[in-house]
C-alpha cells in the first residue's frame, strides 16, 4: 500500500519561507511525476507545481519565482520550498504522485500566512 505523508505546514508571517517534505512509502516513485496541489476554504484544488516522469516542471503562476519543487528519489521524498510567502498562500497543500504504481494522494498540510 503507497502511502504519502506531508509534513512542514504551519504559521508564518508574510515574506517569510517554509519547506514542505512528502514521504512515499510503500513504493517506489522514482518513475512516476510528482506534485504539489493545493486548496482553500471555499475554493477549488488547484495545482501548485509538478514535475512529469520526464522531468518537465510547472508552476501555476501565482508561485512562480516563488515556489520550487523538488525530490529526491534516494529518499523517496518530494518538497516544496516556498518564499516570499503571502496571505493568500493560505491553504491546505497536498502531495500528489501518479504514473507505474498508481495515483495516490496524501492528506495534506495546512499552511496559514499570517499579514
Known amino acids: 500500500q503507497v502511502q504519502l505523508v506531508e509534513s512542514g505546514g504551519g504559521l508564518v508571517q508574510a515574506g517569510g519561507s517554509l519547506r514542505l517534505s512528502c514521504a512515499v512509502s510503500?513504493?517506489?516513485?522514482?518513475?512516476?511525476?510528482i506534485g504539489w496541489y493545493r486548496q482553500a476554504p471555499g475554493k477549488q484544488r488547484e495545482l501548485v507545481a509538478t514535475?512529469?516522469?520526464?522531468?518537465?516542471?510547472i508552476y501555476a503562476d501565482s508561485v512562480k519565482g516563488r515556489f520550487t519543487i523538488s525530490r529526491d528519489n534516494a529518499k523517496n521524498t518530494m518538497y516544496l520550498q516556498m518564499n516570499s510567502l503571502k496571505p493568500e498562500d493560505t491553504s491546505v497543500y497536498c502531495c500528489?504522485?501518479?504514473?507505474?504504481?498508481?495515483?495516490?494522494w496524501g492528506q495534506g498540510t495546512q499552511v496559514t500566512v499570517s499579514s
Open positions: 500528489r504522485t501518479w504514473g507505474i504504481i498508481g495515483n495516490y
Open positions: 510503500g513504493g517506489t516513485f522514482s518513475g512516476n511525476a
Open positions: 514535475v512529469s516522469s520526464g522531468g518537465v516542471t
